[in-house]
């Protein structure tokens, strides 16, 4: 969808005025002036954003919800503190934080990212005249955050590369799997990768692995590897992304030093009960010792704590892939293993734990 | 026994409030409350005027032209500074 205009972004429809959202006036929860006549004076002390302090404008009637989405990953996103402060050592976090607020904390989500506006990264404004959307369009509000991986993956936006079954033939929204109660509530867990699968691809594929399971494959390899190790295609991986200020507009940048399509299988470095399997499909992130260089000197002491090659789940499922056309299309073919030699020298000693040093070997098959 | 010493107690305060407490049927209005029921009020022939509660932040913002010739225009030169996928 094509950026909207300037005005487009402000323009408030009459729906909402008329609605039960719209009986407040906008002083009540944007400050500012409202007996103004100029835009100047009426700003002044304007909040643009006043879900970020949902507890005392959104929370008034959804307490329940806001006070869980208040500790979601999508409103603290832990997950990041965790891999970054993981590679660190506490005197460095304070020059970590800085980077993080100017590069990275955009990502923070409040109640109207989602349900009034779009992100900024596709160019802001209102979803629909200040309504608040229960259902938050995918391509405005979703895939325009994870859109040069999972969005691209799923719509089958890589040149080459089916878009993800579910979407081609079913026509599924992220909401299908990722649901309201998902988003909310990330149930504790510090990392997306924590705690329970949610969702599940079981939720759905409740047969898979059963005993009635006509599929011999699932049985045998049900707890060894994760679905997308036979159901996914190839991914996007991308390395070193190097963050600064610019000296000429002195907005944070980020240069991004190359993306390819990769398909590796490694070891699991994220087992727990319920993600049991030894393998997963595992894409290269675009973390580097010196990603944070312009904030401060080796930043990421220990770097080496955490793999490059991270546990993913792309989003890209088919139900035929290379690798599961046959047993020895994967068993023996080294070429979809993440072996040692594929892997950069200097980033060894990190993946470690998830590199394949055998192969699974060829299967005999009988004539 | 302490205990049926207290409930007596409290059931004898109890006896005593009931007795002074005034019957509902028997209060006689005071006269001035009378009158001033049964007084009748002249109607307005104009309306009264109520002060209007400016807000001027949807009149602004519910009209497209108005916000055209207000809003920031785009700056020039938008290109992103940064480099690759993000």
């Known amino acids: 969808m094509a950026p909207l205009e300037p005005w487009e972004k402000a323009l408030v429809s009459t729906s909402f005025i008329e609605s039960e959202h719209g009986q407040a006036s906008c002083s009540t929860c944007h400050l500012g002036d409202a007996r ?6 009426a700003h002044v002390n304007l909040v643009a954003t006043p879900d970020e302090i949902a507890q005392k404008t959104c929370g008034n009637c959804h307490q329940e919800i806001v006070t869980t989405n208040a500790t979601s990953l999508h409103s603290t996103q832990r997950g990041y503190f965790q891999v970054l402060y993981t590679r660190s050592i506490p005197e460095d976090h304070p020059a970590l934080d800085e980077a993080f607020g100017n590069h990275c904390a955009s990502c923070h989500t409040t109640c109207g ?5 779009q992100p900024n990264s596709v160019g802001g404004g209102f979803l629909d005249g200040h309504n608040m959307v229960k259902t938050p369009p995918m391509t405005r509000t979703c895939t325009a955050c994870h859109g040069s991986r999972v969005g691209n993956e799923y719509m089958g936006k890589n040149e080459g590369y089916p878009g993800d079954v579910h979407f081609r033939q079913g026509r599924m929204n992220c909401i299908a799997c990722h649901d309201g109660q998902s988003m909310h509530d990330s149930e504790g867990a510090n990392h997306r990768y924590e705690g329970g699968q949610s969702p599940a691809c079981k939720d759905c594929h409740q047969q898979v692995g059963k005993i009635n399971d006509t599929i011999a494959q699932h049985q045998i390899h049900q707890d060894k590897l994760s679905c997308q190790t036979c159901h996914s295609i190839s991914y996007t991986s991308c390395d070193s ?3 600064s200020i610019s000296e000429s507009s002195g907005n944070p940048i980020f ?6 399509s990769t398909f590796f299988i490694g070891k699991n470095n994220r087992q727990s009960e319920e993600r049991p399997y030894e393998y997963t499909v595992l894409r290269h992130i675009p973390v580097d010792p010196n990603n944070f260089d312009y904030y401060g000197e080796n930043l990421l002491p220990n770097f080496d704590l955490l793999p490059t090659w991270a546990y993913a789940t792309p989003h890209n499922i088919q139900r035929v892939t290379p690798q599961n056309q046959s047993c020895n299309a994967c068993h023996g073919n080294a070429e979809i293993f993440l072996t040692a030699d594929k892997v950069k020298p ?3 000693e990190a993946n470690l734990n998830i590199i394949v040093d055998q192969v699974p070997p060829e299967v005999p098959v009988t004539p | 026994m302490k205990r049926l010493r207290l409930i007596t107690l409290l059931g004898l305060g109890i006896l005593l409030l009931g007795a002074c407490s005034t019957q509902p049927g028997s209060v006689t209005p005071p006269a001035e409350t009378i009158a001033s029921v049964t007084k009748t009020v002249a109607i307005p022939t104009q309306p009264v005027a109520m002060e209007p509660v400016e ?12 916000l055209i010739n207000t809003s920031a225009p785009v700056e020039e030169n938008q290109e992103s500074e940064s480099e690759g996928v993000g």
Do not use: F, G, P
């Open chain 1, 113 to 117: 990212d989602c349900h009034i506006s």
């Open chain 1, 241 to 243: 992304c190097h963050l």
């Open chain 1, 255 to 260: 240069k991004t030093a190359a993306t390819y």
């Open chain 2, 55 to 66: 807000d001027n932040c949807v009149t602004c913002h519910t009209d497209k032209e108005m």
């Open chain 1, 346 to 348: 200097e980033e060894l």
């Open chain 1, 36 to 41: 103004a006549k100029d835009k100047e004076t």
